[in-house]
Structures are given as C-alpha cells and as structure tokens.
C-alpha cells in the first residue's frame, strides 16, 4: 500500500494501542529522518522509537581509533579516513593527541575522504607515499572497499579495517535478558546490500514484528505501521516498505566482493563489547594490502576494554537503546557538537549529533 507520510500517521493514530510500543531502528540515516521529520512527536504516544546500534563511527573500537592515530604520527605515511572519524575522542592522557584532528594538529599528514575510490585515487597519484586507509563502515560503507581489494589496489595503499555488520548487534541484544525494545525497523540501506534475509531471524527466532524501511518519512512510517498493526494481529512476519531498492538476495555482486576480499569475525564494539561475527577483516589472500599486519606494532590489545567512553558519558547506553540521548547528563551541557566528549556527539550518525540538531535540547 503506497500511501503519503500523512495518511500512514492518520493510519497510526487509528490503531486501538493500549500499551507503550517501543520500535527500535538501527541506522543512523533513519534516526536523522525520524528526528528531522519531528516523527517521533506526531506519533500516538504509545509508540516510541528508540535509537539503537545504528552508528559506525559510535561503535569503532578505541583501539582501532588509537591505532590509526599512533600510525599517522609515527609513520612516513598519510592516513585517510571517512571526515566522520576524524574528531571522534579516545581515552589518552593530555600529552598525547585524543582524536585524529589532534594527530593532524600535532603535524600528522591525516586526510579526509568520502569514499574509498578518492583513496585509490590519492595512492596512486602518489606511488611513492605509503597511504593507510582506516575504513569504520557497516557493511554498505565496507562492501566498496571490498570491491576495491578485488579489482586490485596499489602496492602503496593498505587498509586499516574496522567494518561492522549490523544484524548480529540486534542478536545480541535480543538474545540479552532485556532487549528493550518490542518491533525491529530493519535498516534499508543494509539490506539493499545483504538482502531483506538477513533479519528474518527476528521474526522467526524471536518473534518480534519486524519491517525494512528506507530514508523517508512514508517508508518510515509504513514501516511503524506495518509493526504495530503485526504486533495488533499477533501475526508476525518481516515486512519489506523498501520494495523499490531492497530485492530478495541483496546486491549479489557486492556480496560477492564481500565474501572474497574479507571474512566475518569475532569484533569488539566501542560500548558494548565483543560481538561474534560481526566484523569484517581481510581475507588472508589479501594480507599484503592490510594495515593491520603491515604495521604491527601499533596494534595494542591492552586498549580493547568493552564499555570504554570517556567518564560520564552514556554513549554506550545509547548505542544500545537503553538511554535516550537527552538522558545523558552532559548532553548539552559539557557535552555539544563543537566540543563532544563521546561519538555519538560526533558523527553524522550518532543519535545524541542528531538529536542536538534537529533542536533536541536537555529536558
Ligand atoms: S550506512 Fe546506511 S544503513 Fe548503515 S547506518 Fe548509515 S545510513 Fe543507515
Ligand atoms: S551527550 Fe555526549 S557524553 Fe552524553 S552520551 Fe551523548 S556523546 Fe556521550
């Protein structure tokens, strides 16, 4: 049924919901449209939706952080990463830099890119410079750096890998005692890529309503409907309200450049934890272009310390839906886009940046 943002709200408002429907979505892009929108306002009130996991740059590891930052400042090379990561804070001391932004500050060559193709680019307009290219992305972000290693890459260029996919962080949760949330808004653009599939799992396994949404207003409140009118009728399938660009099996030469270059490993989450499978690393044919081996000694087991945020940040409790950004108590206050002190102040992505700019203020 196609219907316009408004008449999927006089839809909802329609819905006889007596109890509190709380609809988690775990994409960033979705949090931005919800909250731009103001959707969360023009809902029955019996219906939240929770940010969840929906923030690669959020969930990238302090060590892997830190890692690009030591290579940057003690290597002949010029590091590039997504303009996302660059202001993202790590715990350190105050001699050393606490963001890639302090490492360049501090006389590091540290550029950023918007796609992995300007990497190619930049390394072989450059055959004499080693270049490291620190990639944190879900699995849309890393599907093109994955292409990249299979049409072949310069000996110059390696890459810093920190790839993410993002169903098996819902798994976590719901396999956890208090998930925390009753409905799934399975992100579109994810699944574009890896096929509706994936999220079957929530509904077969666990029973949740569950639907595939894109960016927009009516996607997204097609999506909410079609969960709580599953959740009315106790009848529980995963519905695809992105049927324009999410096809059975995904993208299956995405996938295919998935499979090859990488594999699928065990992964530590900034806030949350180990999660496993659900990281990407490169596959072992591919050993010569990865960062992670070129460059040894920057790796530092000791950082990977679940739950690490700076003290007093909720980042970690966002990330998993347990806290609302303006429940945080530095959002706002010692805590503004200008001067974050987690990450999910920082990136595009992250729910407490989008809450603050689409005018979100303590309560
Ligand atoms: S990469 Fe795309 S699908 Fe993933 S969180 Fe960002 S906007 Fe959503
Ligand atoms: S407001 Fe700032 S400190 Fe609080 S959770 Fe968000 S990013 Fe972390």
Redesign the pocket.
Known sequence: MSLSAKEWLTQLRQLPLSDRFRIMNVCGGHERSITQAGLRGALPPQIELIPGPGCPVCVCPEEDIYQAIQLAINEEITLLAFGDMLRVPVNVSKQEPRSLDQAHGAGADIRPIASPIEALKLAKSEPNRAFVFFAAGFETTTAPVAALLVEGIPDNLSILLSGRLTWPAVSMLLESDTPGFDALVAPGHVATVMGPEEWQFVVDKHQLPAAIAGFTSDSLLAATYSVCRQALEDRRFLDNCYPELVKPEGNLSARAHLSTALEVVDANWRGIGTIPKSGFALHADYAKWDARLRYPEYDEPDRKRAGK??A????A??VLGK?Y?NE?????T??VPRN???????SDE???RIWWSGGVRPD
Do not use: E
């Open positions: 945020m700076p007093g940040c909720d980042c409790q966002v806290k950004p945080c108590r530095l959002y706002g010692a805590c974050p002190i987690g990450p999910c102040m920082v992250g729910a407490c």
